[in-house]
Structures are given as C-alpha cells and as structure tokens.
C-alpha cells in the first residue's frame, strides 16, 4: 500500500491550493482519511479528517478555509485550501488511518508567501 501526495507549491498569501492523495493498493479496516502538516521547526499536526459517513472534522486553524473530500472510487483524498496563509507553510501529508495501523503519504510541500 502506498499513498502519493500531489498539489503542493508556491502561493501567495490569500490563493488557493488543492491536494490531492492517492492510494495504491487495497486498505481494510478503514476508520478516517486525514491530512497533516509539519511547519518547519515545528510538531506534525492534524489539520482534516474525513469519516466513513463522510462526517469532516477540521482544526480550528484551517476551519472556513479548508474543505476535505473524497472519492471512494478512486481511492483519492482531496484537501482544497482557500484563503491561505503564510502560517499555512509546511509539509502536507495524507493519513489512512485502520482499525490495524496508519498508512502515511510521503509530503507535499506548500509554501504561501506574504
């Protein structure tokens, strides 16, 4: 199982950005999809989760500015990022997280510059 992280770059301070997650491979026992990020410096943190029932959970830092989606279909997570800020720099990674274990991404950089 693997999980590819794509849609991370360069922003200036208000834009947007997309990311998206995909998963290769066959996962049971699944309990949320969620995304975190790591600032430079700083601790991961948990930003998005998004629930078998399609309930969504955000921190209160990201919360009116980001949206988590999903396609069941396609084994894809998405996170939209509105109104970014240069607080919101860092490394994004997308989680499944299983009854069994957690199955990380490998980081997407995003960078929101003043």
């Known amino acids: 199982v693997q999980l590819q992280a794509s849609g991370g770059g360069l922003v200036q301070a208000g834009g947007y950005l997309r990311l998206s997650c995909a998963t290769s491979?066959?996962?049971?026992?699944?309990?949320?999809r969620r995304w975190y990020r790591q600032a430079p410096g700083k601790e991961r943190e948990w930003v998005a989760s998004?629930?078998?029932?399609?309930?969504?959970n955000y921190a209160d830092s990201v919360k009116g500015r980001f949206t988590i989606s999903r396609d069941i279909a396609k084994k894809m997570v998405f996170l939209q990022m509105n109104d970014l800020e240069p607080e919101d720099t860092a490394v994004y990674y997308c989680?499944?997280?299983?009854?069994?274990?957690?199955?990380w991404g490998q980081g997407t950089l995003v960078t929101v510059s003043s």
């Open positions: 998004i629930v078998g029932g399609g309930t969504t």
């Open positions: 989680n499944v997280n299983t009854v069994y274990k957690d199955y």
């Open positions: 491979g066959s996962i049971n026992g699944i309990r949320a």
